[in-house]
């Protein structure tokens, strides 16, 4: 990346406007396309998770048994053999969840709704027939361990996802209204777009890339919009204090908005970036302890999603258009001087 | 300001925040009390997501259908008079027993099932948890599975708190228990169901009777607010005034006599009206516990609202409470230490980062950073806002702002002293410059924030407080780093290598 002596970046991003509108139209497009064909023929428009949509589980329950022969605690000793019967199987599992009883627990595998039928019986039968083996006092043994069920869908986040969506669209209305008030129509309207197209984009693609969104597919669409909030704030600001600069000011509106962008370009990528540095450590830090990876993708990826999406949309994207809205803009500007004269 | 003053403000400044953080992060066992009392540190006292905490899972019979382990314990009992009577009322379907005259219209029942689960979703849904579930399986229909979050504090989730785990327990517990209430809503005139008679029951036209119904807190106190509309309150006038010299026959207390109670199907709720008393205003106010008045509002707003349950429910061991299994977080046993180490994390990156670019200033912004992980910790703490991974992201963002409203003005000031200024001139003009900036980014920010969590619920409201305080904290300690800054750098003689900065030394000077 080129830079200058102050270390500010020299791109010319206002050039490659019909670019970023083509890359990103594209994206949303692929998303809306993907997400739609999987409502119909797989488990949704997005990969919901067992809160949000139908789910397959498996569950072993286990009371009074002694699993002392293998050393280890029969929850461990359980999941070892859950592992590998799914794993003989082909199948991974979504969710996993174990829980104690005084007399002994459960631990409950969810799977996505997709999930073959026959696989799960084979598995289910396996892990029975592994357990067996496994318990130390034949007395206390029980018919079967594990069982399948499928649970359906009642939308339990519905509530969520509908107030989440209502005050997503409140803060866009209210972040325009602001800006129209304390910076200029345009930029307004160029936050209003940026906030807008980074929405769109990560919910394009967490449905493109069949992230498992479970409940954070709201939250961290709330995210998407509050970093890009910040984001434009910061470009914006730069931009209305050029203005204050009559050099600047007499740029033309493809190098004005290319030199506010170069500006706050590091300040736009480094911030989506460091929160996106502490999804990966997260990621890793949890793989360590969960039960299942799936459980921990879900947040995590959204969150990578949000924190790309906010990278691109404000320090590239946002930039872009506003200069296509200034240029518009300007030329509206003068023809109503021309006319007046 | 002097050397010795500036070293006492600074030194207490540092052991105030060095003290809160001890006792924000470290638990232990109370000395001289052998380990029977224990001090639970700030952060062991943060109510913990589902995902960092675990689930509490209950399994719902509907009336007429029983579990196999509850069959078994009175059909398998030669002793038990009640053995012949199960085996001949009850038939075996899908894992349960159903009672056989609710399999003669099974396909109805089955639906009235589906469609409590829907008014229970809905239900639980109004009370807020960070994430639930309500399922009925295919592969029994006539069983209800319902999981809400635990919420544990790290010290009651790995039992260092044995009693704030149970308390937490029966808390869902008594909760499953309000909100699974079915039937319609009746004023009686005893605190009994079957030795009192009916006053007022109101079955289908809620709408003729009641405005609407919801939980009211203030200055510490709990209700359940209750509005009346006029024909509501013509009817409960006449019926307070006219059953006065009533008396239930279950022979109650001289209270009870002169009171009127209202039900939801056959339980009381615990909401009395006095006999004999009219009514001053359509808007009726029932004091109770916090928990208590949110269920109880909850519970008569759905059913106020129209959604009856069409079914009475049971846990499977009838009689003894609503039975909750707790289970391990999804995340691993772990995940609540591992979010907190991914946090330590990016703050020590926030501080190294600001310590290589700005020499001894990097330390001021340290101190900063340090307070605004305390203000968090308190406010979780206090404000009993749960944590979950997306509040850690919310933690994460407002560090980040304050980061880098720091770091805008720290550049803003350098870019003063570049261009031959004082540093003390350049510190007023640095903040002045960024001010706008910092200003129209928190009140943007705070404004959103308030929205987040007022208008939405759960997970997502819990993180709107995170970010608004978080916000507010950031505008606050942005004021705090010039502060602290000004009382730091006042003895120091060469305050430009204090700061990192390099300064263009004009002819004037």
């Keep these: 990346m080129k830079t200058n002596s102050m270390g500010v970046t020299n791109l010319k991003i206002s050039a490659k406007m019909h670019l970023f509108i083509i890359i990103s139209c594209v994206i949303i497009a692929l998303g809306m396309a993907v997400g739609t064909v999987c409502h119909f ?3 949704g428009f997005y990969n919901y998770s067992g809160d949000y949509e139908s789910y397959k589980s498996v569950t072993v329950n ?29 199948i991974s599992d979504h969710v996993v969840g174990a829980g104690d009883t005084n007399t002994g627990g459960f631990i409950e595998y969810k799977f996505l709704y997709g999930t073959s039928d026959e696989k799960l019986a084979a598995a289910v039968d ?7 083996n496994e318990v130390v006092d034949a007395g206390g043994m029980q018919f079967s361990y594990a069982s399948r069920h499928t649970s359906e869908a009642l939308l339990g986040g519905g509530v969520a996802l509908t107030r989440a969506s209502i005050t997503i669209a409140t803060i866009i209305v209210f972040h325009f209204l602001y800006f129209v008030v304390r910076y200029k129509l345009t930029m307004a309207l160029g936050a ?15 449905a493109l890339l069949r992230v498992p969104t479970a409940s954070s597919i709201a939250v961290y669409a709330v995210i998407t919009v509050l970093a890009t909030v910040v984001g434009t704030c910061f470009l914006f600001d730069r931009m209305r204090k050029s203005l204050k600069d009559e050099s600047v000011k007499k740029l033309a509106a493809r190098e004005f908005a290319d030199k506010a962008a170069n500006e706050s370009l590091k300040l736009n990528l480094i911030m989506p970036a460091c929160l996106a540095a502490l999804s990966v450590v997260l990621f890793v830090l949890l793989s360590i302890s969960s039960l299942s990876p799936l459980a921990i993708l879900a947040p995590v990826a959204c969150a990578l999603v949000a924190f790309a999406v906010c990278a691109y949309g404000t320090a590239l994207f946002a930039p872009a258009i506003y200069s296509g809205f200034k240029a518009l803009g300007d030329k509206m500007k003068s023809d109503t001087d021309k006319k007046s004269k | 300001m002097g050397k010795v003053k500036s070293a006492i403000i600074t030194a207490l400044l540092v052991a105030a925040i060095v003290t809160l953080s001890l006792f924000a992060a470290i638990s232990c066992n109370v000395p001289g009390t052998n380990g029977v009392s224990r001090y639970n540190s700030f952060l062991s006292s943060i109510r913990l997501g589902a995902e960092l905490s675990g689930e509490a899972t209950t399994l719902l019979y509907p009336e007429g259908v029983i ?6 314990l009175v059909a398998e009992d030669p002793d038990n008079e009640d053995r012949q009577e199960y085996k001949d009322k009850y038939v075996l379907r899908e894992g349960v027993y159903v009672e056989k005259d609710k399999l003669e219209k099974e396909a109805e029942f089955v ?6 689960a829907k008014i229970l979703s809905k239900r639980l849904g109004e009370k807020g948890y960070t994430s639930y579930s309500v399922n009925v399986e295919n592969e029994c229909k006539f069983v209800i599975r319902l999981s809400v979050p635990t919420n544990f504090t ?21 909760t499953v228990g309000r909100l699974i209430l079915n039937g319609d809503v009746s004023l009686r005139n005893g605190e009994k169901y079957d030795s009192s008679s009916s006053l007022l029951s109101i079955k289908e036209d809620f709408a003729s009777y009641f405005k609407g119904v919801s939980y009211y807190a203030m200055g510490g106190q709990h209700a359940v607010k209750l509005q009346l509309n006029d024909e509501g309150f013509k009817k409960l006038n006449t019926i307070l005034l006219l059953n006065s010299g009533d008396s239930s026959s279950d022979g109650s207390s001289s209270d009870s006599e002169k009171s009127a109670y209202i039900f939801v199907g056959e339980n009381n709720v615990n909401l009395t009206l006095k006999m004999g008393e009219a009514l001053e205003d359509k808007t009726l106010y029932f004091s109770s516990e916090k928990s208590n008045a949110q269920d109880f ?10 959604d009856v349950l069409l079914n009475s429910y049971n846990t499977d061991t009838a009689g003894s409470g609503t039975t909750i299994i707790a289970a391990t977080p999804s995340m691993g046993e772990y995940a609540a230490i591992y979010v907190l180490a991914a946090l330590l994390l990016a703050f020590i990156a926030a501080i190294v980062v600001s310590i290589v670019r700005y020499k001894k200033l990097g330390l001021v912004h340290t101190l900063t950073c340090a307070v605004y992980g305390l203000v968090i910790i308190l406010s979780l703490m206090l404000l009993e806002i749960t944590l979950t991974v997306g509040g850690a992201f919310m933690i994460a963002l407002g560090l980040a702002l304050i980061t880098f409203s720091n770091f805008r003005v720290f550049e803003a000031i350098r870019g003063e002293t570049q261009s031959g200024r004082t540093l003390t001139a350049s510190i007023k003009s640095g903040y002045r410059k960024t001010l706008t900036t910092i200003l129209d980014l928190h009140i943007v920010l705070l404004i959103a924030s308030i929205m987040v969590a007022l208008i939405c619920v759960g997970e997502l409201a819990a993180c709107g407080f995170i970010i608004f305080i978080a916000t507010l904290a950031s505008y606050v300690l942005y004021w705090f780093t010039r502060f602290i800054w000004y009382v730091t750098s006042s003895p120091v003689k060469d305050k430009f290598a204090f700061c990192g900065f390099v300064r263009e030394v004009s002819d004037e000077d």
Excluded: W
């Excluded at chain 2, 579990?67 to 078994?72: E, H, I, P, T």
């Design chain 2, 111 to 116: 639906q009235s099932i589906a469609d409590d």
């Design chain 1, 126 to 132: 396996a892990i029975n027939a592994e357990i067996k």
């Design chain 2, 67 to 72: 579990s196999v382990s509850d069959y078994n």
């Design chain 1, 41 to 43: 023929v797989s488990n």
């Design chain 1, 62 to 90: 286990y009371e009074d048994i002694d699993f002392s022969g293998s050393g280890k605690k029969p929850v461990e000793l359980i999941s070892d053999i859950c592992a590998q019967a799914f794993k003989n199987q082909g």
């Design chain 2, 297 to 306: 509002a909850i519970l008569l707003g759905s059913v106020v609202g129209g």
């Design chain 2, 154 to 174: 790290y010290a009651a989730y790995k039992e260092y708190d044995a009693s704030a785990r149970s308390e937490a327990l029966t808390e869902i517990s008594n």
């Design chain 1, 192 to 206: 209003l777009v940026a906030d807008v197209h980074n929405l769109a984009l990560f919910l394009s693609l967490t």
